[in-house]
C-alpha cells in the first residue's frame, strides 16, 4: 500500500532477520540504517516510531511481539492466528483494551468482493447457519459445520446456507440464491476469480490494509478495536474444536 496510496502511509522501519530479504525491503522503501532492524525485539526497544506496526513473526512470538508493541502505543495489523492459545488470544485482547490500541486481525478472505457479497445476501431477511467437520450448535439451536479437507482437487472455498427463506450456496466467485417463496433462483458473480495467490487472497489482501489505514487516518480506530473480541471468540471456537477432537467430547463454551 505504501507504493500503490503513498499519501495515505508510508513504510518507516523493518524488523527482518533474514538478511536477504531484509535489505531488499529497505532498498526498496529508502529506509535509513537506523531503521533497520534483525528483530522485532530491537524494533519494540527503539522508540516509538511509526503510528502501526504490522506483526507477522513465527505464531509462537504473536504474544510476546503484539505485547512489546501495545506497550510501546502502536496499533497493530496482527497476522493470524491472533495466539496459539486461547489464554493468549484473551491476554493480547485485554492488553489492548486496557492501553487503547487498535488491533486488526488479518482475516484477508473477510474482505474479497465474494465475501462481502455473501454478507449482503445473508443481511436479507433470512434466519440461518453456516454449512462450510466440525459440529456447533449455537444459543438458540442453530447449528452450523465446517469441513476441511486436502483430499480434493485444488479449489475455492465452498459455503452452502439453509435459511427460513432460501439457500444460498458459493464456490469462491459465484453465489446463488434460491427463494423458497418465490423459486426464485439468483446468480450473483462476485467478478474475482477465485483466490490465488497472484490476486492477493483475490483482493482481500490489499483491502484488508486498506481498511486497516483508511480508519486510523479517519479516526475510526474504535472500529478496529470493537473487532477484536469477536475475532478471539473465534480463535476460542477453534480451540475448542481441536480440545473435542483429542479428547473425543463434546466442548461448551
Not at 22 to 39: C, K, P, Q, W
Not at 104 to 111: A, F
Request: glycine letters at 6%; hydrophobic letters at 40%; one cysteine or more.
Amino acid at each position: 500500500m505504501a507504493t500503490r496510496r503513498p499519501e495515505r502511509c508510508r513504510v518507516v522501519a523493518v524488523a527482518e532477520p533474514h538478511e536477504p530479504a531484509r535489505t531488499a525491503f529497505a532498498s526498496r522503501h529508502g529506509l535509513a540504517d537506523e531503521a533497520v532492524f534483525i528483530s522485532w525485539q530491537h524494533l519494540a526497544a527503539a522508540p516509538r516510531l511509526a503510528d502501526a506496526v504490522v506483526v507477522a513473526v513465527v505464531d509462537d512470538q504473536h504474544v510476546d511481539a503484539a505485547l512489546a508493541f501495545i506497550e510501546r502505543g502502536y496499533d497493530i495489523l496482527l497476522e493470524k492466528p491472533i495466539a496459539t492459545t486461547a489464554d493468549g488470544c484473551q491476554v493480547i485482547a485485554e492488553a489492548a483494551a486496557a492501553a487503547g490500541v487498535a488491533v486488526r486481525i488479518c482475516h484477508v478472505m473477510r474482505h474479497t468482493d465474494y465475501t462481502c457479497a455473501l454478507k449482503a445476501e445473508l443481511a436479507c431477511e433470512n434466519d440461518g447457519a453456516d454449512h462450510q467437520v466440525v459440529a456447533i450448535e449455537y444459543d438458540g439451536g442453530v447449528t452450523a459445520s465446517f469441513t476441511l479437507s486436502a483430499f480434493t482437487p485444488l479449489e475455492h472455498r465452498r459455503t452452502r446456507i439453509f435459511g427460513t427463506h432460501g439457500q444460498l450456496t458459493g464456490d469462491g466467485r459465484f453465489l446463488e440464491i434460491f427463494d423458497f417463496r418465490s423459486e426464485r433462483r439468483t446468480v450473483v458473480d462476485t467478478s474475482n476469480d477465485g483466490s490465488t495467490q497472484a490476486e492477493g487472497h483475490a483482493g482481500g489482501d490489499q483491502r484488508l490494509v486498506d481498511d486497516f489505514v483508511d480508519r486510523l487516518l479517519s479516526g475510526r480506530r474504535d472500529l478496529i478495536m470493537d473487532q477484536l473480541p469477536q475475532t478471539v471468540d473465534s480463535h476460542r471456537v477453534v480451540f475448542a474444536a481441536e480440545r473435542a477432537r483429542r479428547e473425543g467430547r463434546i466442548v461448551t463454551l
